[in-house]
């Protein structure tokens, strides 16, 4: 059988209570592969998206019509989930993506990078609305349930908590055991 990435898979995402399941790989491809093979234009049920390098973080919309992938090539890209098509490229990075996510609202996509910065755009217009800088660089990013408050891994060994307007809210302390 055919296998849907040649090299490592970096990140997975299921959508449709597990019947969508969504991989980005070392192949720079995003492929959605369908358990019951609902999608009919590659063997086995495969899509296939590309970046023109590594895929390093994917998301979905909250509603499952989207599909975020962030890339080592410094790109994010919209898909449009079940035609595979891409919808939006957003740019303004200037070292590898390293994590994207998606607001639960919807409203925002949330990338991190090596450039020492978590980037807050609007998913709709694909507009970068703010960059929120930091001293090192941002490994992973998370945006909690009220889509008010970003978590970002930072490699100076620590995760930091600032509001999505750019303040800073908190610095984490691991908790003693």
Not at 10 to 18: D, L, S
Not at 108 to 136: H, Q, T
Request: aromatic share 4%; glycine share 6%.
């Amino acid at each position: 059988s055919q296998k849907p990435h040649r090299k490592k898979v970096n990140a997975v995402c299921v959508a449709e209570h597990g019947k969508v399941i969504v991989s980005g790989g070392g192949d720079k491809n995003v492929v959605a592969w369908s358990r019951r093979s609902a999608f009919n234009a590659l063997p086995s049920g495969t899509r296939v998206m590309s970046h023109f390098a590594e895929v390093t973080s994917i998301s979905l919309t909250p509603d499952e019509t989207h599909v975020v992938s962030a890339s080592a090539d410094k790109l994010i890209r919209v898909w449009e989930l079940h035609e595979c098509a891409l919808r939006k490229i957003l740019a303004g990075h200037t070292d590898i993506v390293t994590s994207v996510c998606t607001s639960p609202d919807g409203r925002w996509v949330l990338s991190a990078s090596r450039d020492c910065s978590v980037r807050v755009w609007d998913l709709k217009s694909g507009s970068m609305e703010r960059i929120l800088p930091y001293s090192n660089q941002v490994n992973d990013v998370d945006i909690c349930s009220d889509s008010r408050l970003v978590v970002a891994g930072v490699n100076a060994d620590d995760v930091r908590v600032r509001n999505v307007a750019g303040g800073v809210v908190d610095q984490v302390a691991p908790r003693n055991s």
